[in-house]
């Protein structure tokens, strides 16, 4: 009833506000997967404008989760097999360090209200937000500062941002102990029109994590020892950063070609390589899309 009621609010509001300065967007999702995993997602995104240079944008989203774990001692391949129990996974897989899994399915819902402003001040756009997320036992909040500006004509435009995130973790088995972290970041990026139907995008970001970063609910069971499971541990900080590069390319017959790479590298030994590429075809008032 209390999101059914938030969703009509915004509703309310939009339509006071006028279509005319912004509107207002109404979504549902759901999934179900096969292990019994099911999120219904209804969210509500309203946008107007307070003035002819400032812009306002609010949202309201929920993500209520169910059943979202399943015992891995009772799989779609062990379910028939008596001999197979919980805890007893290691009779069979031998070569193996570690086993991880859940015991209970569970049920829990996150709810998020952003609010973002705007402002136009000549050819430079600064925006201010606030993000805040809430579950019965974690609560994250996101303050960000943006800038972005249009140089040569509006063919390049140069942005950076600044984000801080600060995360409360509450375990349920004891509500008592509070686990903090902070992350702190940065980016700055440029796009550029190449010609009247190509545009590159070069892009690169910054985070430093600090405090609480390992998850309190992570137990591993390690060895022959299937009673007292180990908890999850992570350094108390982290530093990572990544690089990216999107060109765009319009085609011939309403066609758009899309390509990009990204690399990541932290001070935890992780590096990562990200190459995609995506087909877009306009048909009418839809768009199709394929990609790799």
Known sequence: MAVASRVLLLLVV??????????????????????GVQVSSPSADLRTGLDDRTQLALRYAVDSVSSA??????????????????????????AIDAISGASRNYGDTRRELSVNVVRKVGESDLSSGYIRSQEDDYLS?????????????????????????????????????????????????LTQVLSSSAVLRLGAEAETDVGALDNPYAQIQVGANDTQPWAETHPAQRDQGAAALTLKQALPLDLALELGYRYYRDDWAIAAHTAQASLSQAWGSWVLEAGW
């Open 69 to 94: 774990s399943f015992d891995y001692a009772q799989s779609k391949t062990h379910r028939n097999d008596p001999r197979r129990a919980v805890g007893n996974c290691k009779i069979c897989h031998t």
């Open 14 to 35: 939009g339509a006071a506000l006028g279509a005319e300065d912004g509107g207002v967007d109404l979504r549902v999702g759901h999934y179900l997967g096969s292990d």
């Open 141 to 189: 909040e996101t303050f960000k500062l943006g800038f972005s500006r249009n140089f040569n004509l509006r063919d390049t435009t140069l942005d950076a941002g600044l984000r801080r995130i600060n995360n409360i973790s509450k375990p349920v088995w004891n509500p008592g102990e509070v686990r903090e972290s902070l992350v702190q970041g940065a980016s700055l990026g």
